[in-house]
T-cell receptor, first 107, second 113 residues
Framework: QQQVKQSPQSLIVQKGGISIINCAYE??????FPWYQQFPGKGPALLIA?????SEKKEGRFTISFNKSAKQFSLHIMDSQPGDSATYFC??????FGKGTLLTVNP | DSGVTQTPKHLITATGQRVTLRCSPR?????VYWYQQSLDQGLQFLIQYYNGEERAKGNILERFSAQQFPDLHSELNLSSLELGDSALYFC????????????FGQGTRLTVV
C-alpha cells in the first residue's frame, strides 16, 4: 500500500514557467514532509521540508503548500530553469516516499 | 557531495550469491538508513540503525540484513540473490534518530545476472 501518492509521474515545463507537483497521504500521524531532488546518477538530496502546522514554506524559488485537512501538499517551483530538470520525490519523514516526478524544463 | 560514502559504486553478481554493501555516514551522524530504488517500486526504506542499534524496519526481505559497527559505518548484506534484487541501493545518514531528513550517498548499483 502506497502511503504517499505523488502526481504527475512526469512533467514538462517551459523555462520561466511554474512547475507543480502534488502529493497526498492517508496517515494523520505523519508529521514531517520533506521533498527530495534527484539528478541522474546521484542520490536524492533534501530540497525543502514542512511540518503540518505550517500552511506554506518558501525557500528561494521553491514553495511547499500544505493542506492538513485534505491531507495534501504540493511543491511549486517558480521561474523553472533547465537546471531544475530532475526527479522530485515527496515523502513522509524520510521513510515513505512517493513514486517520483520526472521534471523536464525546456530552454 | 553529501559526505556519505558508499562502496562499491557498481556490483555485478550471479543469482544465489551473497554481497555486502558498505556505507560510511557523515561525520557526527549517528543514524544510518538503507533504501532500495527500482523503477517499479520506487524508493523503499529498508532499515535504520541509530548508534549501533536497530531503530526502524521497513520493507526489508528476510534474505537481507544490516548492521552498524562501533565506528558507525554500516553494512547491508544481501544473500540468495535473485534477478529482482537488481536495483540501486542507497545509504543515508542523519544526526538524530527521528528519520526526518536524511543525507544520501551516491548509491551502489547492483546487477544480478
Amino acid at each position: 500500500q502506497q502511503q504517499v501518492k505523488q502526481s504527475p509521474q512526469s512533467l514538462i515545463v517551459q523555462k520561466g514557467g511554474i512547475s507543480i507537483i502534488n502529493c497526498a497521504y492517508e496517515n494523520t500521524a505523519f508529521d514531517y514532509f520533506p521533498w527530495y531532488q534527484q539528478f541522474p546518477g546521484k542520490g536524492p538530496a533534501l530540497l525543502i521540508a514542512i511540518r503540518p502546522d505550517v500552511s506554506e514554506k518558501k525557500e528561494g524559488r521553491f514553495t511547499i503548500s500544505f493542506n492538513k485537512s485534505a491531507k495534501q501538499f504540493s511543491l511549486h517551483i517558480m521561474d523553472s530553469q533547465p537546471g531544475d530538470s530532475a526527479t522530485y520525490f515527496c515523502a513522509a519523514r524520510s521513510k515513505w516516499f512517493g513514486k517520483g516526478t520526472l521534471l523536464t524544463v525546456n530552454p | 557531495d553529501s559526505g556519505v560514502t558508499q562502496t562499491p559504486k557498481h556490483l555485478i553478481t550471479a543469482t544465489g550469491q551473497r554481497v555486502t554493501l558498505r556505507c560510511s555516514p557523515r561525520s557526527g551522524d549517528l543514524s544510518v538508513y538503507w533504501y532500495q530504488q527500482s523503477l517499479d517500486q520506487g524508493l523503499q526504506f529498508l532499515i535504520q540503525y541509530y548508534n549501533g542499534e536497530e531503530r526502524a524496519k521497513g520493507n526489508i526481505l528476510e534474505r537481507f540484513s544490516a548492521q552498524q559497527f562501533p565506528d558507525l559505518h554500516s553494512e547491508l548484506n544481501l544473500s540468495s540473490l535473485e534477478l529482482g534484487d537488481s536495483a540501486l541501493y542507497f545509504c543515508a545518514s542523519s544526526v538524530d534518530r527521528e528519520n526526518t531528513e536524511a543525507f544520501f550517498g551516491q548509491g551502489t548499483r547492483l546487477t544480478v545476472v
